[in-house]
């Protein structure tokens, strides 16, 4: 493998781990490698020279010529798929590169997705195509700006290869950037062969790399876990609050530093429902929209399984200790929800009627069929304003389904504390987003990519790196999108 002159800095802390952590493994070339789209504002976070590298974009992120202090591996993981534990998954498409320090002194992994085969390939090819390359840096993008805890996106490389999947494609490869690639999956890979050395190991990683005032405490594990428990309940209910829909919660798809990582089937809401499903392989619905938050704790509960050796030498203890976290996500979940809608709702003050308001509100979004994200975004107009009342019910194929919602709204906001004119409206546009990426217009812009046409993709990233900013009343997302005969479906993309 020929390496780029380019130096990025790296470090590689996974790399002074035990090699049954990784395998070393250098990316298959690419054919004819061509720069779809580069992400100049994150590589500047991330103290790269962009200028420097543009011009070389195209060998260096579809690995012919990676950076030459890049060592890329692939690291090992297990997973519940669906419920179902599988001992051995780890990185079958996807390579390490190594990871720096950006400019807020946070460290930041490079890896790639679709460089070709490793060790864990399985049966695999260990490709990737345009479609899902470009999804998922438009979606983890947007997740940034909606200020969703996220993996983000550091360039799309076309491989000038084509990819068998049900129908030949062109060849992709992403640069994903992430605080770490480390999942619950990670955990368990090597709690299943009982190698509670490697189990420490991941714990003081984890702990130093995402919370290193905590590295040091008498029990890591447990606070480790604790520290996962908060950040999973916050994150799901954040992503929730703009109506993001995960779509393939397994454990190797959650993260401990609390990020949203892996984009495969995911979408968001349009009408609001709570059983929503949009993956083409989630045919049971287990991981539904409404489902989310307990998968959440069903996940963390898999965590906890692969620390208990290591939680107490009294088995017993260990699970009490464990169970009690555990137990606890609902709680936090309840309140981290809380403080979402709450926010949405423009209230800045804790009223005991405000759980039934937020229920009250959503179940008859549901009765009348009405856009999540519109819904949300009238209110914030119609806050100060009760002549545009009218704006939200138009949302609403029965008006009687928020007809009752209105008054019982107003009638809260008249207990919230007093604020400056404007000062409410202002604040729940902050967190009520105008323009989320609406799902046909995703597809419409992937399908042109695939095509060889990148500029309605361009133009859509565009828009959704800015969802707080006002809509022109022509706008066509300023309108609920048309109602489909057909469900909407996603795919995984591998």
Known sequence: MRHSDLNFGFAHAYRQMPDRFYRRQDPEPARAPRLLVFNRALASELGLD????????????????????AWPIALAYAGDQFGHFVPQLG????????????????????????SGRTPFSRQGDGRAWIGPVLREYLISEAMHHLRIPTTRSLAAVATGEPVSR?????????????????????????????????????IDFSMRRHEPELADTEQPGLELLKVVMEKQASLIARWMGVGFLHGVMNTDNMAISGETIDFGPCAFLDRYDPETVFSSIDQWGRYAFGAQPGIGEWNLGRLAEALLPLLHRDIQVALQLAGEVVEGFADRFTHHWGLVMR????????????R??????????RAGGADYTLTFRRLSDAAENPTLDHRVTALFESPESI???????????????????????????????ARIPR???????????IAGEMQPFFTLLEQVSQPY??????????????VSLEPYQTFCGT
Request: charge should be negative; charged fraction near 25%.
């Open 439 to 449: 799902n046909q217009r995703v597809e419409s812009v992937l399908e042109t990519a």
């Open 166 to 202: 049900e129908r030949i494609l062109p060849g992709a490869v992403l640069t994903r950037v992430a605080s770490s690639h480390v999942r619950v999956g990670s955990f368990q890979y090597f709690a299943a062969r009982q190698d509670l050395d490697a189990v420490r190991r991941l």
């Open 403 to 433: 007809a009752v919602w209105l008054p019982a709204w107003r009638t809260r906001l008249g207990k919230d504390p007093c604020q400056p004119p404007g000062a409410r409206t202002l604040a729940m546009r902050q967190v009520n987003p």
């Open 50 to 69: 962009s200028d420097a590298i543009e011009p070389e974009a195209a060998h260096l992120f579809s690995g012919n010529q990676p950076p030459s202090d």
């Open 343 to 354: 926010a949405k709702l423009g209230l800045t003050s804790v009223e005991p009627e405000d």
């Open 469 to 482: 900013e006002d809509l022109s009343a022509f706008d066509p997302d300023n309108q609920p999108p048309p």
């Open 356 to 365: 039934s308001l937020i229920a009250d509100l959503l179940d008859g979004m």
């Open 91 to 114: 990185d079958g498409r996807a390579l390490l590169l190594g990871e720096l320090r950006d400019c807020h002194g946070n460290w930041r992994e490079l890896q790639w997705k679709g």
